[in-house]
C-alpha cells in the first residue's frame, strides 16, 4: 500500500509537471499553466483527469489546446486521459500569472490591463479608452487601437506612436 501511494504521488507530480509544462498552441511562449486555463490535474481509476478552462469559448485554439494536453500526457507514458472543460468560474485575464504576463510582453504581445478591465465596469468615466495599453517594445503609452481584432479574435491590434510598431493587445475579459 505505501509503495502504491508513493508511485502514485509521483504519477500525479509527473502529470502536473507535463500539463504545466504545454504551452499555448497560438502563443508558444507561454504555458497552458501561466496562461491560467489548467484548473485542476488528478488521477483516478481512470487514469489523468485534466479539468481546463478555455481563454475565449469558441475561440478554436480549445481544441488544438485539448489534443495538445493529451497527446502530452500519452508521450509521458500515461495511458488513459481525461480531459475535462470546466466553464464556470468562467476563465478571465486575472488567471494569468505575473511571469505569464511578462512571456507575453516579450512576445510582443501586450498583457491584459488591470486599469483598461475596470472600463468594463464603469465605462462612461473612461474617456480614452486607449490609455493604459504600453507598448510591449518600448514601452511607451502612446498608443494606439488599429483593429478590434488582431492575430486572433482574442486580441486587439494596436499600434506605438513612439516606435512605430503595431502588436496584439490580449483584450482583457
Ligand atoms: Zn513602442
Known amino acids: 500500500v505505501v509503495i502504491e501511494s508513493t508511485l502514485q504521488a509521483g504519477s500525479l507530480a509527473l502529470a502536473q509537471q ?5 504551452c ?3 502563443i508558444p511562449v507561454i504555458t497552458l499553466f501561466d496562461l491560467g486555463v489548467v484548473r485542476d490535474v488528478c488521477l483516478n481509476e481512470q487514469g489523468v483527469c485534466v479539468e481546463l478552462t478555455p481563454t475565449y469559448s469558441g475561440c478554436p485554439a480549445t481544441e488544438v ?3 495538445s494536453v493529451r497527446q502530452a500526457l500519452l508521450d509521458a507514458g500515461f495511458k488513459q486521459v ?3 472543460m470546466s466553464l464556470n468560474p468562467p476563465w478571465s ?3 494569468i500569472t505575473e511571469k505569464g504576463k511578462n512571456n507575453l510582453r516579450e512576445y510582443g504581445i501586450a498583457p491584459p490591463n488591470q486599469c483598461l478591465q475596470s472600463q468594463n465596469v464603469s465605462q462612461l468615466t473612461f474617456f480614452a479608452p486607449n490609455v493604459g495599453v504600453a507598448c510591449p517594445r518600448c514601452s511607451s503609452n502612446n498608443t494606439e487601437k488599429i483593429s478590434q481584432f488582431g492575430s486572433t479574435p482574442c486580441k486587439a491590434l494596436y499600434r506605438c506612436i513612439t516606435c512605430r510598431e503595431p502588436f496584439d493587445y490580449f483584450k482583457p475579459y
Request: proline content about 6%.
Open 18 to 22: 507535463v500539463v504545466n509544462a504545454v
Open 65 to 67: 489546446i485539448k489534443d
Open 93 to 95: 485575464t486575472d488567471r
Open 24 to 26: 499555448d498552441p497560438e
Open 82 to 84: 481525461q480531459i475535462l
